[in-house]
């Protein structure tokens, strides 16, 4: 049940010397190697030698996805190109996506980090794995092929995509093991379903990342699939997958603590929160030769959890990705997500999937009003069914978010649509 059984139940004294010294020789190999670094600290007048322990990272700034963008595509590689033998990127929503690099020692690093969190779900090296994410530059794929690769799984790697075939192979091959999003997996689970060869296959493991999976998802899956399956984390900035994944306990995802140190920061100031509690994820690589990177802002939100897990393992874990930073509200101290509001308006009868919430600030006081587009028109006509299905949101958003909210039902088609990344907030609350 461990892949590498020592590290991932080292002590946790043990854990933080180690932490420390990889630390210390990381800062080095940024500052000599990376002008990018060697610029920020000069200006800054901090020496390398100034950062002992992982508590005094809090003496330098963030890097953020920006900062990867602007040294566009190899400038922040710390090994000479001939060292580097694999590249990946990861696509931006506009401009330039951006680049990492991977040495060899990289790639054998990254492979026992999947090697773990698979082995911590369950996985052995009697399974056949189809790889169902998209080969190519994207992380995910080549990500879990390596790590699987390593403790002896068969890999069939498949890609995303051609959904019919994906079920044959899955049956001719007696696949056990299913790489995937959780939102493909949950369209192949319920063709499964529908076409009733649940009963042909041999499934029995699922390793589901690259975007969040609800607990409703996932209850799906299983239920279609009859499988168990296990989250994932990672990003292509930090390695890829592999930077967390759940034990068989799901409760909350082992984080690969001798190769990435994680803080949590208030997104608002970067101020790190105090233990425990939400805010945003922030990443060094411990270990990375090729792409080493220093406090990596993942946006992310979530909480660090360091009391020990029942498995064994004594490395900390993060909880469930919350949603993104850039789209978190503080409205009367209580943090809202677009997510939350989401997960309360899916599967509603009378009301579409488009929504706007718009924040003003009355007096002292900030209020949250949630848009949302009826289906039918008709409705509007009909009082007393309209107020009803006001009430129910409201009840629904304060049990989900804490907080009060006012709900506007409006005309079917009258909230903006986007291409690419929606714009669901209007925050009024700085505006004269
Ligand atoms: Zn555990």
Redesign the pocket.
């Known amino acids: 049940m461990f892949f590498q059984k020592d590290i991932e139940t080292i002590s946790r004294d043990k854990l933080e010397e180690l932490q420390n010294e990889r630390l210390r020789n990381l800062i080095n190999r940024c500052y000599e190697n990376v002008p990018f670094y060697k610029d920020r600290f000069d200006r800054l007048g901090i020496k390398p030698e100034m950062i002992k322990i992982t508590k005094d990272l809090r003496n330098i700034p963030l890097t953020t996805k920006e900062d990867i963008r602007e040294n566009y595509p190899f400038k922040m590689f710390a090994v000479p190109m001939k060292k580097v033998v694999r590249v990946h990127a990861s696509s931006g929503t506009t401009g330039k996506p951006t680049v990492v690099g991977y040495t060899r020692g990289d790639l054998d690093m990254w492979s026992d980090c999947v090697a773990r969190l698979a082995v911590?779900a369950g996985a052995t090296d009697e399974d056949v794995a189809q790889i169902s994410f998209g080969y190519g530059l994207f992380t995910g794929a080549l990500g879990l092929h390596g790590g699987l690769e390593k403790i002896g799984a068969t890999i069939i790697p498949m890609s995303s995509g051609n959904s019919e075939k994906q079920l044959m192979i899955m049956e001719d091959f007696g696949t056990t093991l299913l790489v995937s999003t959780p939102s493909y997996a949950v369209y192949l689970s319920e063709m499964c379903r529908e076409k009733g060869i649940r009963d042909k296959m041999k499934l029995r493991l699922g390793l589901f990342g690259s975007e969040g999976c609800t607990d409703e998802m996932r209850n799906l899956i299983e239920k279609n699939f009859g499988i168990f399956a296990t989250d994932n984390y990672g990003m292509s900035e930090l390695i890829g997958p592999g930077v967390s994944g759940?034990?068989?306990?799901r409760?909350?995802q082992?984080i690969a603590e001798d190769h990435f140190f994680a803080e949590i920061i208030n997104p608002e100031t970067g101020e790190n929160v105090p233990d425990g509690e939400y805010g945003e994820l922030v990443v060094t690589t411990l270990t990375k030769e090729a792409f080493p990177i220093l406090r990596y802002r993942t946006r992310d939100i979530t909480r660090l959890i360091k009391e020990p897990?029942?498995?064994?393992?004594t490395h900390a874990?993060i909880e469930k990705i919350r949603g993104r930073s850039d789209d978190m509200l503080i409205i009367k101290g209580v943090n809202v997500f677009p997510s939350q509001i989401e997960s309360v308006i899916i599967g509603m009868d009378y009301v579409g999937p488009h929504y706007l919430l718009v924040v003003r600030r009355e007096g002292f006081m900030d209020t949250l009003e949630v848009q949302l587009e009826l289906i039918d028109a008709a409705l509007l006509e009909r009082f007393s069914e309209l107020e009803a299905l006001q009430k129910k949101v409201k009840e629904k958003l304060r049990s989900v978010l804490g907080l009060d909210a006012k709900v506007s039902l409006v005309q079917p088609m009258t909230i903006e649509r986007f291409q690419g990344k929606a714009k669901r907030v209007v925050d009024l609350r700085n505006q004269k």
């Open positions: 911590a759940e034990c068989k306990l409760c909350g082992h897990c029942a498995c064994g393992r874990r």
